[in-house]
Structures are given as structure tokens and as C-alpha cells.
């Protein structure tokens, strides 16, 4: 019994350390079959100023979400300061795009959840803004 709750707890740690990267597309958690979330920003690395954040929806099977609630939570955890809501819209594809104006040249974090069809997820991606 021991053996298994201390595989359990690696994995679990495992996959919410996935969640953050430094990378563009970040892994989801969520329940097994939900949604698969990954984030893109324009331009990539994210420079001071406005900035273009596309979230990709996709379902267990691969197929794209639409008409789903997308909310990004960003804040600045070198600075300890919170950063601007996002609601990104809908292009009706399963693509949800936002601008951002970012301000200070540092570590941003964006937390992004999705809520589709009774289904949700989360991913947060860490970037360096120059």
C-alpha cells in the first residue's frame, strides 16, 4: 500500500511540475479525457509591450473545443505583482486568441483554465519577457 501512494505522489508531482515550462506549449491538468490545453505567443519570446496569446482547445480524441470558457491569470512572481486578467476570444476553431500588454521585462506567469462541456483543465506557462 505504501509502495503505490509513493508511486501515486511521484507522479502526481511529476505531472504538475510538467505544467510549468518555460516552453510555449505547457501539459494540462485536469480529469484523464478532459481537455488538452497549449499555449503559443506572438512573437515567441514575448517582448515588453502588447503581445498575442493563442490558446489551442482540443478534446481527449484530438478534436478542437469551441464555445468554451477560456480565462489566463497572469502575474509576475519575481516582482510579486499580479498581472492583467485575460478572456481571450473565441475563433470559432478551437483557437482562443488575447492581447496582452506586458509591461516589465521579467518572468511573467500565465495560468490558463478552461471550462467546455462539463469538462475543464489547466496549464501554466512561465515565460521571460525581453
Not at 111 to 123: K, P
Amino acid at each position: 500500500m505504501f509502495k503505490k501512494s509513493l508511486v501515486l505522489a511521484i507522479v502526481m508531482s511529476l505531472a504538475a511540475c510538467s505544467a510549468k515550462t518555460g516552453d510555449a506549449n505547457a501539459s494540462t491538468s485536469g480529469d484523464p479525457g478532459t481537455l488538452a490545453v497549449t499555449a503559443a505567443f506572438t512573437p515567441d519570446p514575448p517582448t515588453q509591450g502588447n503581445d498575442t496569446i493563442t490558446v489551442t482547445l482540443k478534446d481527449a480524441s484530438g478534436n478542437p473545443v469551441h464555445g468554451a470558457q477560456v480565462k489566463i491569470a497572469t502575474n509576475m512572481p519575481t516582482m510579486s505583482m499580479k498581472g492583467p486578467d485575460l478572456t481571450p476570444k473565441d475563433n470559432g476553431d478551437g483557437t482562443y486568441t488575447t492581447s496582452a500588454k506586458l509591461d516589465y521585462n521579467t518572468k511573467w506567469s500565465f495560468a490558463i483554465s478552461a471550462d467546455a462541456n462539463g469538462q475543464h483543465a489547466t496549464s501554466t506557462v512561465e515565460k521571460d519577457v525581453h
